[in-house]
């Protein structure tokens, strides 16, 4: 697993590239810690486009975002996107919906 983080003003962005299970889960945690806690954004955004496989690892990253973004901010905001119809389904499961926009991945000829 591998993850990229970029920020633009008030927004980062991380990439995840790879599988999320709990043997990876920590260090993209970290990545995406780092820089919440640095910049400190209103807007998260984690782009599930290039995950190949997720486990339960996945649902426990995102709601571990969320938490550290909430105790920073009680009105920032958390985007998962590019998740496939499956994926979704899962965090929705989960309750993610409720902490979460969710946009599924779109065929790059939409």
Request: no cysteine; proline share 1%.
């Amino acid at each position: 697993m591998n993850v990229t983080v970029e920020s633009s003003g008030s927004v980062v962005i991380a990439y995840l590239i790879g599988e999320i299970d709990h043997h990876t889960a920590a260090q993209v945690r970290e990545s995406i810690d780092n820089a919440i806690m640095s910049k400190k954004p209103t807007h998260l955004i984690i782009d599930f486009r290039n995950v190949t496989f997720m486990d339960s690892s996945g649902i426990g990253l995102v709601m571990g975002r969320y938490r550290l973004l909430q105790s920073l901010s009680s009105t920032a905001t958390l985007e998962i996107k590019n998740v496939t119809v499956q994926v979704k389904k899962i965090m929705e499961l989960a309750g993610l919906g409720r902490i979460a926009i969710i946009k599924e991945l779109r065929n790059e000829k939409d």
